[in-house]
């Protein structure tokens, strides 16, 4: 059984920095696109970032966060600095089976519980 958990969420003043973790069993990552989503109340989840045969980030993270994988830790990365208050959100780490990368929800098959962001102003 695959499970991917998340840790590292928490709250910061705009301009921090967090790094958020996703440790996954059941599946190698090495073999897998992993993905980051968010969502915040009232609003779908949306993509963040991914991470397959290559690296893939939404237009309103560029350059702010930074996706990375361990894969002998079996655990993927997302440091996030010069963070904003729209940047609050709850943030869900995903894996698809393939080395495909999309930001795509339905793409992926196993998501993790999520951990809180919150970005004070």
């Known amino acids: 059984q695959v499970q991917l958990v998340e840790s590292g969420g928490g709250l910061v003043q705009a301009g921090g920095s967090l790094r958020l973790s996703c440790a996954a069993s059941?599946?190698?990552?090495?073999?897998?696109?992993m993905g980051w989503f968010r969502q915040a109340p009232g609003k779908e989840r949306e993509f963040v970032a991914a991470?397959?045969?290559?690296?893939y980030y939404a237009d309103f993270v560029k350059g702010r966060f930074t996706l990375s994988r361990d894969n002998a830790k079996n655990t993927v990365y997302l440091q996030m600095n010069s963070l904003l208050p729209e940047d609050t959100a709850v943030y869900y780490c995903?894996?698809?089976?393939?080395?495909?990368?999309?930001?795509?929800?339905?793409?992926?098959?196993?998501w993790g519980q999520g951990t809180q962001v919150t970005v004070s102003s």
């Open positions: 995903a894996s698809s089976n393939g080395m495909a990368i999309s930001r795509t929800i339905e793409r992926y098959d196993y």
């Open positions: 059941g599946r190698s990552i090495s073999n897998s696109g």
């Open positions: 991470s397959g045969l290559g690296t």
